[in-house]
């Protein structure tokens, strides 16, 4: 069993939206914290949202803020990215991401636990 599922990714155009999904239900030990990291081609992984599950604080890299939004269901164990106003540079996969320290595993892989095999994003004219 997958710890972490991702879905939603999808080819859209400059300009449209897209949610994704990342079910948690897999996962074995506590986490507090989901997270969304992206990686496009010859980049490194991007720490791009994440919120803590115990106060749903959220954390978000400069270059999505007012444009992304991270929510989650602690009842149906699932975090969803809710992207807008799509740039062809939002392309990449998009991997979700489990563990606990919200604010330090919005920035920096090496603190999740978890992770989703991912999600490709495209975005294109």
């Known amino acids: 069993q997958a710890h972490l599922v991702e879905s939603g990714g999808d080819l859209v155009q400059p300009g449209d939206s897209l949610r994704l999904s990342c079910a948690t239900s897999?996962?074995?030990?506590?986490?507090?914290?989901v997270g969304w990291f992206r990686q496009a081609p010859g980049k490194e992984r991007e720490g791009v949202s994440c919120?803590?599950?115990?106060?749903?604080?959220?954390h978000y890299v400069d270059s999505v803020k007012g444009r992304f939004t991270i929510s989650r269901d602690n009842v149906k164990t699932m975090v969803y990215l809710e992207m807008n106003m799509l740039k062809p540079e939002d392309t990449a996969v998009y991997y979700c991401?489990?563990?606990?320290?919200?604010?330090?595993?919005?920035?920096?892989?090496?603190?999740?636990?978890?992770w989703g095999q991912g999600t490709q994003v495209t975005v294109s004219s």
């Open positions: 919120i803590s599950t115990r106060d749903g604080s959220t």
């Open positions: 991401a489990a563990g606990n320290r919200a604010a330090e595993l919005a920035k920096h892989s090496d603190y999740a636990d978890y």
């Open positions: 897999g996962v074995t030990l506590p986490i507090t914290a």
